[in-house]
């Protein structure tokens, strides 16, 4: 299935290129994906769920993407019908798929420590 993802006449609606390029793009899209955010029903809540999901991946720069993603610039987006076809999931599943992705993250992590002990040598500037 295709990504849809954007605000339809982004331009005549005040939003720059670059605007457009970040919240019409694929890479907002995957965020969206994680999020589990196809439409803007709280705006602070579609700003903390993308500003957590970018900070685990960081796909954008942390500190660019917060400075971008402002609660006024969201409600922007919000009036101008900004949407994506990823459905829209509770906070509850949002919260069970990023303790899922924390928790992977730790297997991997974990793992790597558990197989690689013994060989790990301190260097002397530790």
């Not at 605007?19 to 694929?26: E, K, M, R, T, V």
């Not at 955010?37 to 954008?60: C, D, H, Q």
């Not at 793992?111 to 790990?120: F, M, Q, T």
């Amino acid at each position: 299935m295709p990504l849809y993802i954007g605000v339809a006449d982004g331009i005549k609606k005040g939003f720059t290129k670059s605007d457009l390029s970040l919240i019409n793009g694929f890479a907002f899209g995957t965020i969206m994906m994680i999020t589990g955010t196809g439409k803007i029903n709280n705006v602070e809540e579609f700003r903390l769920r993308a500003l957590e999901v970018n900070f685990m991946n960081e796909i954008f720069l942390k500190d660019q993407f917060r400075d971008k993603l402002t609660v006024d610039f969201i409600q922007r987006m919000k009036d101008a019908d900004w949407s994506c076809n990823v459905g829209n999931d509770t906070k509850a599943a949002f919260n069970k798929e990023i303790k899922r992705r924390l928790y992977d993250s730790h297997q991997h992590a974990f793992a790597d420590w558990i197989h690689n002990r013994g060989r790990y040598k301190r260097s002397e500037e530790e």
